[in-house]
């Protein structure tokens, strides 16, 4: 089966570093996204990781690790505009009549950023 | 790059009444898109996916019947919520890939369409 957990809810101080964890099991692999949700909106790319480790990006920095199904998203120098969902997804390369394959979400963490 | 639009961004209908929602991929050929349904506090649930020109593939659990998809060109694509019930209102979120970073699998979203059913 496709199970991607992640926690429901973080919250966080105005200028801090918050870690977010996401844990994968599913059927195959071919890289993992971290998207950036506001209420009402349409997810926002962050990162992408298909080989392990860490990848960096200025205040975020996402890292994979494939053999244990794991892979975390950290927000540095946290602002009040970064309280969003933070959603893990994998995409699995099922084909589909050409297609590559498809995303596979987790539910999304929402994260409060407090003064 | 690689902007994707939705239109309308919000839609009321009333129970019975068909709608349909547009995604275009406005400075890249999307050979694939895909189409989503949030419902209020939880993940995004892949509905089907298209690929221009031929039937989409549509996930366990969603009526084909129900939710017509038309992939016409590679910058266009529509989703029909025929004979719309409440139950239907949700957050409707297309994405397409075949953009600029395509190697990358990298999906762009629409901006999506609130749809309330009364």
């Known amino acids: 089966g496709q199970n991607i957990d992640q926690p429901t809810e973080m919250t966080a101080t105005e200028g801090a570093i918050v870690q977010i964890n996401c844990t994968y099991q599913t059927s195959g692999f071919n890289g993992l996204f971290w998207y950036q949700q506001h209420a009402g909106e349409a997810p926002t790319f962050l990162s992408y990781n298909v080989l392990d480790g860490l990848e960096e990006k200025g205040r975020f920095s996402s890292f994979l690790s494939r053999s244990k199904g794991y892979s975390y998203l950290l927000l540095k120098e946290l602002q009040m505009k970064d309280s969003a969902s933070y959603l893990c997804?994998?995409?699995?390369?099922?084909?589909?009549?050409?297609?590559?394959?498809?995303?596979?979400f987790g539910k999304g963490t929402k994260l409060s950023v407090k003064p | 790059g690689a902007v994707v639009s939705q239109h309308p961004s919000w839609v009321i209908c009333k129970s019975g009444t068909s709608v349909k929602i547009e995604c275009r991929s406005l400075d890249f050929q999307a050979t694939t898109m895909f189409w989503y349904r949030q419902f209020p506090k939880q993940s995004l649930m892949l509905m089907a996916t298209?690929?221009?020109?031929?039937?989409?593939?549509?996930e366990q659990g969603v009526e084909k019947d129900k939710f017509l998809i038309n992939h016409a060109s590679l910058t266009l694509s529509t989703l029909t919520v025929t004979s719309a019930h409440p139950e239907d209102s949700s957050f409707y979120i297309c994405s397409a890939s075949g953009g600029p970073i395509a190697a990358s699998y990298e999906q762009y979203f629409g901006p999506g369409t609130r749809l309330t059913v009364t």
């Open positions: 298209s690929n221009e020109g031929s039937k989409a593939t549509y």
């Open positions: 997804a994998v995409f699995s390369p099922v084909n589909y009549g050409g297609s590559q394959g498809n995303l596979i």
